[in-house]
């Protein structure tokens, strides 16, 4: 690991995420090879390649605020289902 962010997506605004206190969002991640499918809420936000990344068997959550600096985050699960 070489401690840089390189992210998939640019920080971008959309309309399905709930903002305010107590809002919650369901964020999803569909990778099949090396397309990704990115899901808020239950919708299709984004799907993009990436031929970057091997991360065979590993998965996990990395969350970072470059600008909002008094905030709480909670996450209460991760699942994983295989694709046939």
Known sequence: VSGDDIPLVDWTSDSHILTGT???????VMAKGNHFSLYINGNLVKE???????????????????????MTIYVEEI??????
Not at 48 to 70: K, P, R, T
């Open 22 to 28: 107590g809002q919650e969002n369901r964020l999803g």
């Open 79 to 84: 699942n994983q289902w295989n694709l046939p």
């Open 48 to 70: 993009l390649d990436d031929d970057s990344i091997n991360a065979a068997g590993h998965f996990g959550v990395f969350i970072a605020s470059y600008e909002q600096w008094n």
